[in-house]
């Protein structure tokens, strides 16, 4: 059974990436957790390396799909130097999960057994976030219209996918457009996508003007990803 790789998209996250890492490298199958720091400007990058992460770091800020794709392509190098049982699994976690990171073997399972391609995580206990919903919402809908699927949490960045469907999701979407467009390019080939309950969660966004501006990022980004994904 092949390994499990863990990639974690990170900026400015040296608050929390230590326990994040610690709490990763617990899970059963993970023989790597690689932080992709994207152009953080603190201590990210060291706190990650730290606790025993392995470390790719980019001079600017890219977003979060280029991270994604950064670390992904570290682990595919990892996997020609030792191909052992086949590529990796991968397993995208957000910087902030802190401890719950450690819940996140249940994302793997399906994956691992073979009857799910990409796994989505549905978190148990909801945290209270500082926005509306308009995100979630135009997320959800363009999906529903691409695929006639709706996701219990479109915008989860919790996801284990095989190699081979995260290959099949590439090019992904810029930015934080990049699960919607993963999930309505995976449902359109046929791959098979399992939302899987587990108990996780990561630090709420707040309502200043630094958080109304990264909502209107996501907001942004989704809408780009869904243009011509709905558009007939």
Do not use: Y
Not at 150 to 172: V, Y
């Amino acid at each position: 059974m092949p390994s499990v790789a863990v990639v974690i998209p990170a900026h400015n996250e040296a608050e929390r990436i230590g326990e994040t890492v610690r709490a990763a490298l617990t899970l059963s199958g993970v023989d790597v957790v690689l932080v992709a720091s994207d152009g953080s400007t603190d201590a990210t990058a060291r706190v990650a390396r730290d606790a025993g992460a392995t470390v790719w770091r980019s001079p600017r800020n890219r977003g979060k799909a280029a991270a994604m794709m950064a670390g992904a392509e570290a682990v595919r190098k990892l996997d020609q130097r030792d191909p052992r049982d086949g590529p990796r699994h991968l397993l995208f976690l957000d910087a902030d999960l802190g401890p719950t990171a450690a819940n996140a073997g249940l994302l793997v399972e399906p994956v691992a057994a073979g009857t799910a391609d990409m796994t989505i995580a549905v978190f148990a206990n909801r945290v209270k976030l500082g926005g509306h919903g308009f995100v979630v919402r135009l997320s959800g809908a363009g999906i529903r219209r691409a695929t006639g699927w709706t996701p219990a949490q479109p915008l989860n960045g919790q996801r284990c996918l095989s190699r081979a469907a995260f290959d099949a999701a590439c090019p992904l979407a810029r930015g934080f457009g990049v699960e919607t467009a993963m999930t309505i390019d995976l449902k359109r080939r046929g791959l098979r996508i399992a939302e899987v309950e587990v108990d996780m969660a990561h630090r709420a966004t707040g309502t200043d003007l630094a958080a109304q501006l990264h909502r209107a990022r996501q907001f942004i980004d989704v809408a780009q990803a869904l243009i011509p994904r709905v558009t007939p």
